[in-house]
């Protein structure tokens, strides 16, 4: 390893130690948040067992498991679409833009809206749900897209997605009509990003998909570097380009919709994430995808917290609150690449 590769790791490790640190900082503002306050001490007695009944109650039954869900949905929506970017070469790619947390969305809502009522839905089941409506969509779209001795094209890939993800949105409009009241109060908040599900039961659903799929990605950080040298030279390298796509896809495809049936339809995490990531890192998928992982769920934290906060008792879910903050730097992205 030569001194600049040195110096640059040192870099890039401490960005990485500075954004835990920000997430830290964040955790206990997010804590001192609500109808009852927990000062930060407060927060550190009860994590070691010295708090009241009452603050073990806030901390360890509401709010810790809302803060952990919030921070694993982020990562798992910014790996996605870290992934998304890297197999397309597409830097607008995101897995809501392509049509995939649109697919896991419908494939949640069809099951909801054949339960009486929303507490009834199995909890364990919903991710598996969104993954299925999420990997058909994906199935879809790659279908759509590829053309024999050409493959995919990343742009063919992005435009097909839009277009699904279009049809799924007026498809799901459709199926609210046949709700009931209490369900379409539900679906309203699930698709305006609202982080419905804030027990440790969620906690417990989504956390096998982070822990497993984000280490494999994560493996397979060559593999994307690669691809993003474009298919010729990945090509003449000896990568399997279709194959690896296809893998990586279902990965994408496995976080998204994991993430989106515990979140709702949380967009630009996926974009906002990765880019972040690789202004603060470079484009070195060993570094970009776990600081793209931090950002996501520092975005989405954040993104919680002020929604919490901002029209206290009620709150506006996160979905808005990042969708406030993503829309523009989507529109600062797409001026980018028009010049």
Known sequence: MTNSQRKAMKKNLFIIGILCLLIVIVFMISMNTGFIRLSPLEVIQTLFGSGTEKQHLILFEFRLPRIIIAVLVGMGLAVSGCVLQGISQNALADPGILGINAGAGLAVMLFISFFSSTTAVPVFLLPILAFSGAGIT???????????????????????????????????????????????????????????????????????WIVVLIPFIFSKARVLNVL????????????????????????????????????????????????????????????????????????????????????????????????????????????????
């Open 228 to 339: 993003n040298l474009g298919d010729l030279t990945a090509t003449g390298l000896g990568a399997s380009i279709e194959k690896e796509r296809r893998v990586l896809l279902a990965a994408a495809v496995g976080l998204a919709g994991a993430s989106v049936s515990i979140s709702g339809g949380i967009g630009f995490v996926g974009l906002i994430g990765p880019h972040l990531a690789r202004q603060l890192v470079g484009s070195r998928h060993q570094y970009v995808i776990p600081t793209a992982a931090l950002t996501g769920g520092l975005l989405v934290l954040i993104a919680d917290t002020i929604g919490r906060w901002i029209l206290q008792p009620s709150e506006i879910p996160a979905g808005i609150v990042v969708a406030v903050i993503g829309a523009p730097y989507f529109l600062y992205l797409l001026s980018r690449i028009k010049d």
């Open 138 to 208: 994906a199935i879809i779209i790659y279908a759509l897209s590829y053309k024999r001795n050409e493959g995919i094209s990343p742009m063919r890939l992005i435009l097909t997605g839009v277009a699904i993800a279009a049809g799924i949105s007026s498809a799901m409009i459709v199926l609210t009509l046949r709700l009931s009241p209490d369900n379409y109060q539900f679906v309203a908040n699930w698709l305006a990003g609202s982080i419905w599900g804030s027990n440790w039961k969620f906690v417990f659903s989504l956390l096998p």
